[in-house]
Structure formats: C-alpha cells, structure tokens
C-alpha cells in the first residue's frame, strides 16, 4: 500500500493552519481518506508535553531539553496516530514535523542539524514524510500577522526576532539540502492562491 504522508511547514504565522484545513477539505470533497494532525501534540499525552514546551513561564527551559521533548512529543504522535492512519491507507496531512525541529532546535537554538536529526531518527524509525510544503514568508511578516491575529502568544512566538530569523535560514538550509522532498510556496500570496498551490503538489503524488 502506498505511504501518503505530507507535511507543512513555515514561520510563525505562515498560515499552515488555514491552509491545511482548506486542502484537506478540498481532498475529501474529492473522495481522498484524509487525516490532518499537528505538532507538537495530535494526541493526549503529546499535548501534555506540549504545554510545558510551549508554556511561557518556562523561560528555563535548557535547548536540549527542548530538543528532547519535541522528539518524546513526536514518538508518541508516530506511534499512535500517524503510523495506525498510514497503515490504513489515509492521506496524513501534518502541521509540523521533524523539519521544524532541525529548523527551530537545529539553527535557531544552535544544537546542529545533523545532531538534531538522529535525536529524531531514533524517535520516528523509517516514519518520514513524502513530501513537505513550506508556506514562505518573511519572519517579520509572520511575526506580525501572529500579533494582530488575536492568536494566543506561547513561549516560541516570544522569542526574539533574532531567534525567529535563524529559523527561517534554518528552513532555507533544510529547502536546498531536500530539494526533492520539500516543495516553496508564496506564502504573502491570498489563502487561495496558497490553497492551490498546495493541492498542485500533493496532486502530483496521490493522483
């Protein structure tokens, strides 16, 4: 049976959310079995874990441990959400990933990104994904949006823009080196134009 697993990534307030919510829409109106999910979190115990790593009152919190807990968020996720929905033929639709750790703990806390990545590999197995739509849009632009969208602020939202800008060169490293995998679409375009885009490339892999 073929793995469909599709991924979104981008800055804080990219618009991923409103995004996936029209694809997937739009993909079962079109007859596809369709499961969206999100990170960190997507099932109880790995919301738990994400409430301490994205409560703003642990200002504490050490970058390898954050590292650590977004993987323990994520094992938890594969094995019971992600894994069961693939093994019966669903489309998965992902609001972040793995991408987002080497992007966020990677660069924009300066662990590394290949270190990143095997803290990962040892949580997700062979579990990756097919392919990655990034929704690109400049940190600053991201950021703004987040603050007059009435969107609650967590821990990373407030981090600083410094911090946010090494992210996005973090996700601009990751674009280059998975060329094949993780597909740039205009994020300062309309939801609509954003929508299509993304059907265009998960079209191109469930047909």
């Known amino acids: 049976m073929k793995q469909t697993f599709i991924t979104f990534e981008g800055p804080e307030g990219s618009g991923k959310t409103s995004v996936i919510k029209s694809v997937a829409a739009m993909l079962k109106e079109a007859g596809h079995d369709v499961l969206t999910t999100r990170e960190p979190g ?19 919190m050490d970058a390898k441990t954050e590292a650590l807990l977004f993987a323990a968020s994520r094992r938890q996720h594969v094995v019971e959400v992600i894994l069961p929905a693939l093994k019966q033929g669903k489309i998965v639709i992902c609001d972040r990933y793995v991408d987002s750790s080497l992007a966020y703990q990677g660069v924009g806390r300066g662990l590394g990104i290949d270190t990143v990545f095997s803290l990962n590999q040892f949580a997700i197995g062979d579990c990756m994904q097919n392919l990655t739509l990034f929704i690109d849009v400049p940190p600053t632009t991201g950021l703004n949006r987040v603050q007059t969208n009435g969107r609650h ?40 134009e954003v929508v299509e885009k993304a059907l265009s490339h998960i079209r191109s892999i469930v047909g």
């Open 153 to 192: 602020m967590d821990r990373l939202d407030l981090e600083s823009l410094s911090f946010h800008e090494r992210v996005y060169k973090g996700y601009r490293t990751l674009i280059e080196r998975y060329q094949e995998r993780i597909k740039v679409i205009d994020g300062t375009q309309s939801i609509d």
């Open 42 to 60: 997507g099932v109880a115990i790995a919301e738990q874990i994400r409430h301490v790593m994205l409560d703003v009152d642990n200002e504490a």
